[in-house]
């Protein structure tokens, strides 16, 4: 998460914004879920859930998290694969790319 905090101070915070949205990832590792905000109305990114419902919210592994943010596997690709159940907001999350990509 560290990587993407990084990412998002270089990118353009007016674009960020004109995306907006509050994406929640549930990331699944063993037995555990961990969770983590991107905000683009604030641009900033941070462990756990946001105050507010999220507009949209992502649920997968790691490995597939892992593959998502270093764009080994595209994104439609592993949510049209079942691999990922998206809630809320799918068009604005088809927007994220950019945002949380790190390769």
Known sequence: MMKIKS???????????????????????????????????????????????PDTTFTLNEHYFKQLVTGKEDARVIMQAGRCSVTGDIMRAMKLEPYIKLG
């Open 7 to 53: 990412r998002l101070s270089k990118l353009d915070p007016v674009k960020a914004k004109e995306v907006g949205g509050v994406f929640l990832f549930n990331i699944i590792k063993g037995t555990s879920v961990y969770s983590w905000t991107l905000d683009l109305n604030q641009v900033t990114a941070y462990e756990g859930e946001p105050e507010e419902d």
